[in-house]
């Protein structure tokens, strides 16, 4: 006989909405996650989205950190694929200060998945650090690495 697991708060947030059981790319699901809240913040809260994503982002990012270690103990090893969190987090690090448009969303989308895999220097170095930092740090590099880059397409009206 087949136990259903009981309801796990902890698991349900560290896995994106349990997006990051997704089969194919977890990281890019959980980066969905992050594009749909922050489209359903300008929904609801219109212009003034962007500080409530700055908000959550700053409550957020050290409670992320302490779920990032409880995510390895529930799955029994480093940085598991099925935690997205730090892909939300990070997605929505690269949307800070921007009031929401469609084109900033899919460009922040495809830049920070490019720089989620690629993690350039030193968002590389970061993964390697223990527990909850090692998940969450690289992402909120490429978070910020994403920003900047929005930010200059932004200053040169390419967006």
Avoid: C, H
Avoid at 9 to 25: D, N, Q, R, V
Avoid at 34 to 57: A, K, P
Avoid at 91 to 114: D, E, G, K, M
């Amino acid at each position: 006989m087949n136990k259903k697991r009981p309801f796990d708060f902890k698991e349900f947030i560290f896995t994106g909405f349990y997006s990051g059981y997704s089969p194919l790319a977890p990281g890019t699901a959980g980066t969905i996650v992050g594009l749909i809240i922050y489209f359903l913040e300008y929904l609801i809260f219109g212009q003034i989205s962007w500080l409530i994503n700055l908000t959550i982002v700053l409550i957020t990012l050290y409670p992320a950190i302490k779920l990032g270690d409880k995510s390895e103990i529930f799955f029994n090893r480093k940085d598991p694929p099925e935690v997205v969190l730090d892909e939300v987090l990070g997605y929505w690090i690269s949307v800070l200060f921007f009031p929401f448009s469609w084109s900033v969303a899919i460009t922040a989308f495809f830049v920070f998945r490019i720089m989620d895999i690629l993690k350039p220097f030193p968002a590389n170095r970061f993964q390697d650090l223990q527990g909850g930092l090692g998940i969450m740090l690289d992402d909120y590099i490429a978070g910020l690495y994403t920003f900047l880059i929005i930010l200059g397409l932004k200053l040169i009206n390419f967006l």
